[in-house]
C-alpha cells in the first residue's frame, strides 16, 4: 500500500511558477513509477507527466513539455513538479499517482495509487 499526499498548489499569474510534491508513505516508494495528471471541470483526467522509478525516464504530455519538469527523491519518498510559464490552461486539480510494474505510462488505468489532488489556478 502507498498513500500519497500532494502540496504547493495554488494561485499565480500567467507566467508565474509554482513546484508541485507528492510525498509517499509506506514501503518501497523506489520501486513505483510515478505520474502526475491533471483534472479541469468538465474535462476527464490528463496525463501530465511521468517518471521511471529510478528517475532516469521521464515523459511529457505536448501541453507542458519544455515547461513542466517532474524529479524524484527516492531518499524523501518525494516527487515534484516543476512548473514554469504557466498559462490559464494549465488550471486544474493535480494528481500524483503511482504504479507498480508498469514503468513509464500515460494510462491512468495502470496506476494503481492516487492522491487526492492540489488546486493549481492560473489567473490571466
Known amino acids: 500500500q502507498v498513500q500519497l499526499v500532494e502540496s504547493g498548489g495554488g494561485l499565480v499569474h500567467t507566467g508565474g511558477s509554482l513546484r508541485l510534491s507528492c510525498a509517499a508513505s509506506?514501503?518501497?516508494?523506489?520501486?513505483?513509477?510515478m505520474g502526475w495528471f491533471r483534472q479541469s471541470p468538465g474535462k476527464e483526467r490528463e496525463f501530465v507527466a511521468t517518471i521511471s522509478f529510478s528517475g532516469k525516464s521521464t515523459y511529457y504530455a505536448d501541453s507542458v513539455k519544455g515547461r513542466f519538469t517532474i524529479s524524484r527523491d527516492n531518499a524523501k519518498n518525494t516527487v515534484y513538479l516543476q512548473m514554469n510559464s504557466l498559462k490559464p490552461e494549465d488550471t486544474a486539480v493535480y494528481y500524483c499517482?503511482?504504479?507498480w510494474g508498469v514503468g513509464i505510462t500515460i494510462r491512468r488505468e495502470e496506476y494503481d495509487y492516487w492522491g487526492q489532488g492540489t488546486q493549481v489556478t492560473v489567473s490571466s
Open positions: 509506506g514501503r518501497s516508494f523506489s520501486s513505483y513509477a
Open positions: 499517482a503511482a504504479n
